[in-house]
């Protein structure tokens, strides 16, 4: 018996079962979020589902189901196994680095925390930053919430090794927050960011170099979700870091009337560019002629 009969998962329902331009599809929670994994060829959700053993974020209820889902899983799935062997590969040589000022190795996993960037480090952050993003592929196409919280698992490490982290990692975390209703942690990452250049620099490598493995390092305010991110937030100066934020705030003519519109509106636009299908002038809106 299927336990979720009343609201089966759909497979690849972000793109194929959403009229995206007709229906508010983010009422506060994420109802594609799936808490258990499900085959994701008939979408069956029962005891004894088995793991894709090449990439661990597949599942399904017989060896026949995971053939017929074989073409759709191929590419992915190599990808994943791929970029995790690189990245492990990586991993064992910056945790082995030869320092030679002091004539020792050292693990840069733990010496170089919120500081990481360098020619030594390179290859492992962007191994990593590509699995990260294949397992947000995987886990937005299927929703499984044990493949977004892997993915945000190596976003949220990227950038705790990094303090300073380019905007191109900064952007992702916050969607991923939202697609598992953690809305306050997104608020208030995206508060941290947008007013990063009135932080204290010394403080927050502090805080970064002090940190564990997995260690979430935003100040979180309950029920911040409900302030308006534009009031929380100072003018913005470099509008080019902004703008993954703000969305179409960049070019000035978009605004949004609270946060969860303006979530609503950023997973939209999101959602939209991934699909390269909707017309920009509908994901356009002002504070007097909200979309919500
Ligand atoms: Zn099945
Ligand atoms: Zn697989």
Known sequence: MNQHDENPPQANARHEEIDWLKTPYYDGKDTLLKQQPYCYACKDQIAGLKRCSRCNVAWYCSAECQKKHFEIHREVCKQVA????????????????????????????????????????????????CLADDLWDVAYDFGVKEVWEKSRFHYQELLRLDAKSPVLLRYRLPYILLYLNRDDEAFSYIRYWLNFDKLDEEEILTRHRQSREGEWLYPIEPNCRFLDIFQECPPIKNQREAAPFYGDRYHQDAYCCSPRCYFTCTRFRFDSNRRHQAPTSTIHHSRNACWY
Not at 89 to 112: C, G, K, M, P, S
């Open 82 to 129: 791929k970029d995790r062997k690189n990245m492990e590969q990586e991993a064992v040589v910056i945790r082995n680095w030869y320092n030679e000022d002091t004539n020792a190795f050292e693990n840069l996993l733990e010496t170089r925390v919120g500081d990481f960037p360098s020619p030594d480090t390179h290859d492992y952050l962007e191994a990593r930053h």
